[in-house]
């Protein structure tokens, strides 16, 4: 079951999706590539790129 926060994982990248963030569960096969279903972006009240996260982050079970 997808949901906003945690989404399902394709096989296939998102287009346009460039995550360095390696230890994720979304991170692909592919250079820098995230492959959840969509992906979140927040916080809403941010004012510059260094203020915002990706919400969908989960990291990989080790």
């Not at 906003?4 to 390696?22: F, L, N, Q, S």
């Not at 992906?39 to 915002?52: F, K, N, Q, R």
């Amino acid at each position: 079951m997808e949901n906003k926060m945690h989404p399902e994982k394709t096989d296939k990248a998102i287009k346009g999706i460039v995550c360095d963030v390696k230890n994720c569960v979304y991170h692909g096969a592919c250079d820098n590539c995230c492959t959840a279903s969509a992906i979140s972006v927040g916080p809403s009240y941010a004012e510059s790129s260094a203020e915002t996260v990706c919400a969908t982050f989960r990291p990989k079970k080790i």
